[in-house]
């Protein structure tokens, strides 16, 4: 039989990291919460983002908001107007995840709704609102 080398038991450089228990959880299979840790290929790029572009991040636009009393609210009816705080056009706020990132104006393509982006929120200015 042949020996592997050491060459042979490594993962290929595209491979993805792999998360594995810590030697203390692997001696003890019993553990109720095993400590994991990230194994990153030394030769790993720290620069490289790739693997985080397929994450899906949920879009929204709004167009304003009010509040309404619940009685308010029950009396609603086909028709009825809701009246917003944003002024007619004035730019809507692009969120991602529930943070503004941006702001746009709304146009019309291929008779579907879209925004024209018009300001991106500076990457100074995201990460000061996270810590709010």
Request: charged letters at 25%; proline letters at 9%; aromatic letters at 2%.
């Given at each position: ?14 491979a ?47 167009l ?22 944003k ?6 706020e ?24 018009i ?14």
């Amino acid at each position: 039989m042949d020996n592997p080398t050491p060459q042979d038991n490594q993962a290929p450089k595209d491979a993805a990291p792999e998360a594995t228990p810590a030697p203390e959880a692997a001696a003890n299979p019993e553990a109720k919460s095993p400590d994991l840790r990230l194994h990153v290929s030394p030769n790993a790029d720290p620069g490289n983002v790739e693997f985080i572009l397929d994450i899906p991040l949920r879009v929204s636009v709004e167009l304003g908001r009010t509040k309404l009393l619940v009685q308010d609210l029950l009396k609603l009816h086909k028709g009825s107007v809701l009246e917003l705080n944003k002024l007619a056009g004035e730019p809507l706020e692009v969120l991602v995840n529930d943070r503004v990132v941006a702001k746009g104006e709304v146009i019309v393509i291929n008779e579907k709704f879209g925004i024209r982006l018009i300001d991106i929120v500076s990457h100074s200015q995201r990460i000061r609102e996270l810590g709010a």
